[in-house]
């Protein structure tokens, strides 16, 4: 059983990159320089609506920067990770690191 | 920024719609008919006249469909330095393969005749292992064992060199058709 002093070595794991939607999201755009909707619709596997509101959410927390351009009389919005979005995903990393390997084996 | 897992996979994914192996059935049916009609000049032109359709073809028929992407600046430069040895080694085959078939006309006993007509598709199949290295799609390398069965084969029965590129091109042709069909089929919801 552990102590809470052991509780209080626990790192607190950011919640907005944590839910998976959000995490696959930010994980394609920290390897692109930017992608559009349909391409990360398309290889995160989410509807729509689910993919719109998990953007929302990560442009609203400055995580990612939102581009609206019109290609060829096209609406084209494209998503990048902005350098808060890139330093928050690093820590995530650390964080979820320290933690898993405090597991027993 | 060094190369993820993650970020391969969506560099490969970036060709699986099947539009470079229609491209690429073109030109090798282009090329075949250049020699069947023995105008062995238009067969090289077949890639200065693709080129510059692909952006405007896969703007049109792909992007709406897989989207837009822009990878990293290393994966960029990589495949800008890639793409430069290709054509490099592209430019040196076609060299040495107009060599050969200036030897030939020369002096027959150098290379046989039949031998250099099973060159193209040999020299064009080994190309094949160069698209695998740019894109990871590893169809090519099914490309690549059929034109070198082709070009195997026209040594062996002493045929021209255009058969062998006619029936690859065909094929390669197909298999683009095929693969764009699958990738319209399955972006249905996807399109803009």
Redesign the interface.
Known sequence: MTSSEDVLHIPMVDGLIHEPARLRLL??LC?????????????SGMSRGNMSVQMTRLSDADLVAVEKTF??N???T?YSITKKGRQALTEYKHTMTAILDSFPD | ?AS?Q??SE?HA?YWEDGLLDLFCGVALLMIGTAWWFELHVFGPISLPLLVPLWQPFR?RWIE??????????SRRHRWRTSLHVVLLCGLGTFVLAVLMYVLVQKNQNVVPADFVAGLPALLLGLGGFFVVLLTSQIRFLAYTFVLICAGITTIAIDAGPAAPLIVSGMIVLAAGVLLLTRFFRE?KG?A?
Not at chain 1, 34 to 41: E, I, M
Not at chain 2, 64 to 73: H, I, L, M, Q, T
């Open positions: 994980a394609f390897v692109l320089d930017r992608a559009d909707f349909v391409f990360l619709l398309r290889h290609v060829d096209r609406p084209r494209t | 920024m993820t993650l970020e969506l994914s703007k709406p469909r897989a989207g837009y992407v822009e990878f990293s600046p972006s996807l803009q």
